[in-house]
């Protein structure tokens, strides 16, 4: 060593540091980078992203091979540091060299090189890629003795280096990827994609129309009103009965009636020959279920029912649909068909609207677990049937009772929001 130049000694100790910095900066590339990013350019080909993929699929090996690497290199330029302080200014000067040395370490060799990796994963890693490929056929019998020794090491603390990780992400976390994905996802499809991971908690009576609110036609009606009905109707299917739902005979595509009007050959016999079989759904399925069912039946409305059979509701595709992309609607007048705007900034809202709709119409946050419409929260939240003109806060909104009948709501005003204090009591 005595014979080497120091100024070959300086050059070998700055290409060690340049190493050190190598392998610290790789490191942090490989860790960071973006394992989803990474398997979809993989899939696609690219040299680099599949070289980094097989390397990650035992990131015990490639730790161990890059510890290698940092912990020789370092160790070298320790000596080499120490060898060159003793040649220049004897063993006083050992501790200011190994301080300096420290010091560049640190600075070239950690600190910069890993800032760099962290704000440029992909390019750092994909280098790297091509070192430790046939690094790690070269090294692989050390490599493999040093992870034997770490992994029987973590055994004993219940760690299993060598079991396969779960990297699936949950609804939530994938929630959270897709609200942050910024302008790479437009709003509008984010807030899609939010809506169908949503739609595994949102079960068909969430978003059925209630009973009373179904449109159908009763065949006991004379011919002429039942004409009328099939002419007039706005839905292009409409369930059908006699006498009331407990009758069901099934749901009739009003389209189909369409040839027969223009021939002139509808009557009673060829309307109900064109009924079909009505479809009922319990009503705690999830609309992603349900989803499946209508495209596996070849169908597009159903009938909700309790456990005893009764009928609650009915539920289309397009309903399941609008939770998804929102309402079919070009009227920008009105919001929903149970919101009306008032010129005061207040809305009268009927008793049966549901509280999915308040929520997402008026971006509040109702609780949805319990009653399904504003008349059920309110008459829970009371616990009596409340008389006209009864006020209460309701999410910090001011909501007055307009009418009530019978044992129901039948319509409220909601007023704009107002501000309270801590300490006021609240429906929500």
Do not use: C
Not at 242 to 259: C, I, S, T
């Amino acid at each position: 060593m005595n014979d080497i130049p120091l100024g070959a000694l300086f050059g070998i100790l700055a290409l060690l540091i340049i190493l050190s910095g190598f392998f610290s900066g790789s490191e942090t590339a490989l860790m960071t980078i973006n394992r989803y990013r990474l398997r979809h350019m993989a899939k696609k080909g690219h040299k680099g992203a599949l070289r980094v993929d097989a390397l990650l699929q035992r990131p015990d090996r490639l730790i161990g091979l890059i510890l290698l690497g940092n912990n020789f290199v370092n160790i070298l330029a320790s000596m080499l540091t120490t060898l060159i302080a003793l040649r220049q200014w004897g063993e006083s000067s050992i501790a200011i060299a190994a301080g300096l040395l420290t010091l560049v370490v640190l600075i070239f060799a950690e600190v910069a090189p890993k800032t760099l990796a962290a704000l440029h994963p992909e390019r750092i890693a994909f280098i790297a890629a091509y070192v430790y490929t046939p690094l790690m056929r070269i090294a692989h019998p050390l490599v493999w003795v040093v992870n034997i020794l770490a992994n029987n090491l973590l055994k004993l603390i219940g760690v299993q280096a060598d079991k396969n990780r779960n990297e699936n992400l949950s609804r939530e976390e994938l929630r959270t990827v897709v609200n942050e994905a910024g302008s790479l996802i437009p709003k509008r499809h984010r807030a899609m994609l939010l809506n169908i991971l949503d739609m595994e908690n949102i079960t068909v009576n969430d978003v059925m129309v209630p009973r009373k609110e179904i449109l159908g036609i009763d065949l006991d009606d004379s011919w002429d009103d039942i004409l009328t009905q099939v002419s007039n109707s706005p839905r292009s299917r409409l369930l059908v009965y006699r006498e009331n739902l407990e009758g069901v005979v099934g749901f009739l595509n009003l389209r189909k009636l369409g040839g027969l009007h223009l021939r002139n050959e509808i009557n009673r016999d060829s309307l109900e020959s064109r009924i079909r079989d009505p479809f009922y759904i319990p009503e705690e399925t999830p609309l992603t279920q349900q989803l499946i069912a209508f495209q596996q039946n070849k169908r597009r409305i159903g009938l909700v029912v309790d456990e005893y059979g009764d009928i609650l509701g009915l539920v289309t595709l397009e309903d399941i649909l609008e939770e998804i992309v929102g309402k079919f609607t070009t009227d920008r007048q009105t919001l929903s068909p149970h919101l009306h705007p008032q010129g005061d900034g207040s809305y009268i809202a009927d008793g049966s609207t549901p509280l999915r709709e308040v929520n997402r119409q008026l971006n509040w946050s109702l609780p949805t677990d319990g009653p399904k419409t504003l008349n059920g929260l309110l008459l829970e939240y009371l616990e009596i049937i409340p008389q006209t003109g009864t006020t209460l806060l309701l999410e910090s909104h001011p909501v007055e009772i307009i009418q009530t009948k019978g044992n129901v709501v039948r319509s409220v005003r909601i007023h704009p929001k107002i501000k309270t204090n801590p300490t006021a009591k609240n429906a929500a």
